[in-house]
């Protein structure tokens, strides 16, 4: 069992910026990826960015150079710096880890950025 909890939502402008954070607990020692999918009202849930155990990333074409996912193994912590902030990605922000057959998720965090 892993249990995941999110930190660091929030309102900003555009143009701003934000870091959340996922903490891991449970059988945390276990996990080799990590990494955060977001949801908007009446869009279906999408890959934000990804990082292995080892610090290889993946980013979605739309946060490309504005997004940086980063993790503390020792404090079983990732995060996510995000940059020049637009209104299109306001969503709800999931922290999530794929372990054996199953992925764990967090309770989301609500990510808005007014224009």
Avoid: H
Avoid at 57 to 63: E, H, I, K, L
């Amino acid at each position: 069992q892993v249990q995941l909890v999110e930190s660091g939502g929030g309102l900003v402008q555009a143009g701003g910026s934000l870091i959340l954070s996922c903490v891991a607990s449970g059988s945390s020692f276990s996990i080799n990826v990590m990494g955060w999918y977001r949801q908007a009202p009446e869009k279906q849930r999408e890959l934000v960015a990804v990082i292995t155990r080892g610090g290889s990333t993946n980013y979605a074409d739309s946060v490309k150079g504005r997004f940086t996912i980063s993790r503390d193994n020792a404090k079983n912590t990732v995060y996510l710096q995000m940059n020049s902030l637009k209104p299109e990605d306001t969503a709800v922000y999931y922290c999530y880890s794929p372990l054996g057959p199953r992925t764990y998720w967090g309770q989301g965090t609500q990510v808005t950025v007014s224009s």
